[in-house]
């Protein structure tokens, strides 16, 4: 049984961890949760995301929240092109071809970023990396509470985008009836282009919240694609306050699992909640039947 | 598939008449220059270069090829007519399974040895598979005693087994303790969930209530841990004197920052082959959170010259001279020199003259080189501590360069 008082600091760790993770499958959530597009080269596009945050910081002394004005529009470009250049001309509208592409494109992305930058691991150093906010008597890192925040942004930022502009009334439209939406003039090409832009730039923006408190290596992605995945499907796929609950809940389970049941054995109650949701609310938390 | 070979100003019949006479000329006139080439030995390198542990294995091939240019470049191998050594590169990829894999296809492709695989478990799965033809297997980093205990002919270790290296390190933290006024008396450990952490920290757990160390917890974590506030908490809560880690790089960086970020005070943290402490790039990196820090782990001699000149030639190259790089340089030296004592690449000849080294490996801390069962027995490893921004040796005292730090809170 652990100390009783370490549970508060744990949970709030939970949450801030959970912040982080929610990040990353915003992004993934407008691609896989909306488009159906299941983007195996998520992780690889994060790690392209990190690297970019590190080579600004270590060659141009840029701090990864600046980096929040290059990173994102820059992979933003990146997942359009990616889109309009690879995806779907080498998926011809398949899906299964689809997820055979993003699972190509990650092998790619991550063997040539072997090659460019070797396997080394990298960190940044920030004059705030070791600031600790104090919270009902947690220590929390400043990089994690700045994290908690920038995942609540990014996910109002984008409910906004979907819900009050004419892109995300077209997405939907799109995500919807596909054929409908062609119909009604919508440039179906550009609109799955933007999505998937947009979704790869939320990755650029979980890498400048990320790298202050983690690190960056060519596999790192590795490290989140399965929960991001796992947080998309138990928030609702396409809801985004789904992915940000989801991620949250995620987090604080690992953390309590991790404290309860052991480090090892912790990790099973992400998928135990996984398969609990899917068992009695298989739309997700907050998600709804199309 | 065949390929049509076009020559050019000669047909099919004058091409082959001057290719047999030129061939007859070869063989009786020029002896000297065909004995002048002799074949390459092949060394087959399988190290995880990608993977969770890439940055490792990355590291072992680095030293590999290091000490394979090293050998070409000092006139190969000497008893075999000066033939050079060819490296032969695998990809392990961090899984024991595809280390076995690569030892079979380089096995049928003619390699006469092996060095491998970083990881216990993958060299565990490389030396067995490498036995079954016989093939000479050196062990470069892989710490478990059982890669030893099996009774393969066809396998040796030149660096000291986690055993050896888990006695080494309590014994010295008993030392340790004698030397203060305030010892330790508490200890977590820490380990990572494969073979390597495990077998550590099951007799590092055996071992301390012998020295008056009880150990109160041993938290084992996966690999990647994306997270470790919570073990870190852990800790906080339970006010260990010692907080012992045995993990790879990655998990050591993480938990090192983080017990960094919640301020936890101990007496001591004191890594067992901690992937991190007596690596370069950590104490480059963070130097604040790496200072006081000590180690038991596998380390070069720092007063020996060639020692020193291998580490500028590695960092020449813009390497960590971390000790993966060193490890394995050491792995291909010992087998180079097999090779040249046997006059053969001859399998069963190599793996007897393995068995029976004596390299000197002065340019490390070890006795003389003295194998049973494949295990080199004068390997030993060294504490480490860092000072200053500096890795310091110390203990023993015949290797030492600073004064230990203890306890590091003053």
């Known amino acids: ?290 | 598939m065949t390929e049509k070979t076009k020559v050019r100003g000669l047909g099919r019949r004058e091409f082959l008449a001057t290719g047999a006479a030129a061939l007859g000329v070869g063989l009786t006139g020029f002896p000297a220059v065909l004995r002048a080439q002799p074949a390459a030995v092949k060394l087959g390198l399988i190290h995880p270069v990608t993977g969770f542990v890439a940055f490792s294995g990355t590291q072992c091939r680095e030293g590999a090829l290091m000490a394979i240019a090293d050998i070409n470049a000092a006139g190969g191998i000497k008893s075999l007519g000066g033939a050079k050594l060819e490296a032969v590169l695998g990809d392990s990829q961090g899984k024991p399974d595809l280390g076995a894999a690569e030892v079979t296809k380089m096995v049928e492709a003619g390699v006469d040895g092996i060095v491998a695989g970083y990881s216990s478990a993958i060299s565990l799965a490389t030396s067995q598979e490498a036995a079954k033809s016989n093939t000479p297997h050196i062990v470069d980093v892989g710490v478990s005693d059982q890669i030893v205990q099996r009774g393969l002919a066809n396998t040796f270790r030149f660096a000291p087994g986690y055993g050896s290296i888990a006695k080494f390190a309590v014994d010295n933290l008993g030392g340790l303790n004698q030397l203060t006024d305030s010892p330790a008396k508490t200890a977590m450990i820490i380990h990572e969930e494969s073979l390597f952490g495990t077998g550590t920290a099951e007799l590092l757990a055996k071992e301390l209530p012998g020295k008056g160390i009880e150990v109160i917890d041993v938290i084992k974590h996966a690999n990647p841990t994306r997270d470790f506030t919570n073990i870190v908490l852990q800790i906080k809560s339970k006010k260990p004197d010692l907080i012992i880690p045995a993990n790879y790089y990655n998990e050591y960086v993480l938990f090192a920052r983080t017990l960094r970020q919640q301020r936890v005070e101990a007496k001591g943290i004191y890594s067992v082959l901690g992937g991190a402490a007596s690596n370069y790039q950590f104490v480059k990196e963070f130097p604040e959170a790496a200072e006081f820090i000590m180690d038991c782990n596998h380390w070069f001699n720092p007063k020996s010259e060639v020692a020193l000149a291998r580490k500028a030639a590695a960092e020449a190259k813009g390497l960590f001279y971390t000790y993966e790089v060193f490890l394995t340089y050491n792995a291909v030296l010992a087998y180079a020199d097999a090779v040249e004592r046997a006059g053969s690449t001859d399998k069963a000849a190599v793996n007897e003259a393995l068995a029976n080294s004596t390299l000197d490996m002065s340019f490390m801390p070890y006795g003389p080189t003295q194998m049973i069962n494949g295990q080199n027995m004068g390997a030993k490893a060294v504490n480490t501590q860092v000072l200053k921004g500096e890795i310091e040796v110390i203990f023993p005292q015949e290797f030492a360069s600073a004064m230990p730090v203890f306890p590091m809170n003053g």
């Open chain 1, 1 to 290: 049984m652990p100390d009783l008082a370490i549970i508060l600091p744990s949970l709030l760790n939970g949450l801030t961890t959970g912040a982080l993770y929610a990040l990353v499958a915003l992004g993934l959530t407008l691609i896989y949760g909306v488009l159906h597009i299941i983007n195996f080269a998520h992780g690889a596009l994060l790690m392209i995301g990190l690297y970019a945050v590190y080579f600004l910081n270590a060659r141009f002394g840029i701090d990864p929240y600046v980096a929040l004005l290059i990173v994102p529009p820059a992979l933003f470009a990146l997942g359009y092109a990616l889109q309009r250049g690879i995806i779907t001309r080498a998926g011809h509208g398949r899906d299964e071809n689809i997820l055979l592409v993003t699972l190509g494109l990650s092998i790619v992305i991550e063997n040539l970023a072997l090659f460019a930058f070797r396997s080394d691991t990298r960190t940044v150093d920030t004059p705030y990396s070791f600031e600790i906010v104090e919270v009902l008597g947690a220590f929390l890192p400043l990089p994690k509470v700045v994290a908690f925040f920038g995942a609540l942004v990014t996910a109002a930022l984008l409910w906004g985008l979907m819900a009050k502009t004419d892109l995300g009334r077209a997405i939907r439209a799109l995500a919807k009836e596909r054929k409908g939406a062609k119909l009604v003039g919508i440039n179906t090409e550009h609109v799955y282009a933007m999505s998937f832009g947009l979704g790869v730039g939320c990755l650029g923006v979980a890498a400048c919240l990320l790298l202050p408190s983690y690190y960056v290596t060519p596999q790192v992605g590795h490290g989140f694609v399965l929960i991001a995945f796992t947080i998309v499907v138990l928030g609702g796929m396409g809801s985004f306050v789904g992915a940000l609950v989801g991620g949250l809940i995620i987090g604080v389970v690992e953390a309590l699992g991790g404290l309860f049941l052991g480090e090892s054995l912790g990790q099973i109650g992400i998928f135990l909640i996984f398969i609990l949701v899917l068992i009695f609310r298989p739309t997700g938390l907050l998600g709804h039947k199309v």
